[in-house]
């Protein structure tokens, strides 16, 4: 079993592309993080703690004893809460592009991009992803493959 967590403004439809690949191997799974996709959407403050209750459940209601977990940005974060939280049921951990914990600067830089997102959507935020993906150097050195 591989179950693949997706990033802040991301959902399941985001591993459209990688199913197909690890579905030849595992079954695979891609749940959407609550607040996204078609998770539910409480109005209440969300945390990797949460995240990572919310996953456990996802897994005692799938009788998941055990996955791989893959996670990416913020979905790292939830996979290595949740591997510190509930080590017997994860067999491999694979994160990409993540973070260990939430600074401040992190947590304004979240906030930032969330409301930027319920503005306008992903066309309105790019500067505000950029911001989270991209060390400032590496965008100013390569300012013209951001403009296109």
Not at 8 to 17: E, I
């Amino acid at each position: 079993m591989k179950v693949l967590i997706h990033g802040l403004s991301g959902d399941q439809a985001g591993w459209v592309w990688v199913m197909p690949v690890f579905s030849k191997h595992y079954r695979t799974i891609a749940p959407d993080v609550r607040g996204h996709g078609d998770s539910e959407k409480p109005d209440m403050p969300y945390s990797i703690q949460q995240f990572s209750e919310d996953l456990f459940a996802f897994f005692q209601k799938l009788e998941i004893s055990q996955a791989h977990l893959l996670g990416v940005s913020m979905g790292g974060a939830i996979a290595q809460q949740f591997v510190l939280d509930h080590p017997e049921r994860v067999k491999s951990l694979i994160l990409v592009s993540t973070f260990s914990h939430v600074d401040v600067h992190l947590r304004k830089a979240f906030i930032r991009l969330r409301k930027s997102l319920d503005r306008g959507g992903y066309s309105t935020s790019f500067d505000e992803m950029v911001k989270l993906a991209f060390n400032p150097d590496f965008v100013t050195a390569n300012i013209h493959f951001m403009e296109e």
